[in-house]
């Protein structure tokens, strides 16, 4: 997980990602990342004044239609999807001894994004 700054509660990240398929641990796998929300701010853009949810909310996928709102930093309508944020790849480098069960991965995060 890495914070977007510099909004205090947007970020990008994976949860419980399968590195073992079918049996087996994957080689290299990349992942690309979308935007997420905290739920924990109620601005809209990256420069919003920090304005707190209260209650708290849930954390959610920012697209490009969601939230709707016009002077959103991620509204884009017209798109179908937003670019990635980030991606990671994940390459394994090592398989440890067969008692151990752990499995070493190299991360790589690669973030392209620029704003206009």
Not at 17 to 33: A, I, R
Not at 89 to 98: A, E
Request: proline content about 10%.
């Amino acid at each position: 997980m890495a914070r977007i700054n510099p909004s205090p509660d947007w970020f990008v990240g994976v949860d419980s990602f399968q590195l073992c398929v079918e049996g087996n641990w994957v080689d290299t796998v990349t992942v690309e990342l979308d935007p997420l929300d905290g739920g924990t701010d109620n601005g809209f853009t990256f420069t919003a004044a920090n304005w707190p949810t209260q209650p708290q909310g849930i954390a959610y996928r920012i697209t490009s239609r969601y939230p709707a709102h016009p002077a959103g930093s991620f509204y884009y309508p017209n798109l179908p999807r937003l670019p990635p944020i980030a991606t990671l790849t994940f390459t394994k480098v090592h398989i440890s001894y067969p008692r151990t069960r752990a499995i070493l991965y190299f991360l790589h995060i690669n973030s392209s994004c620029e704003i206009n």
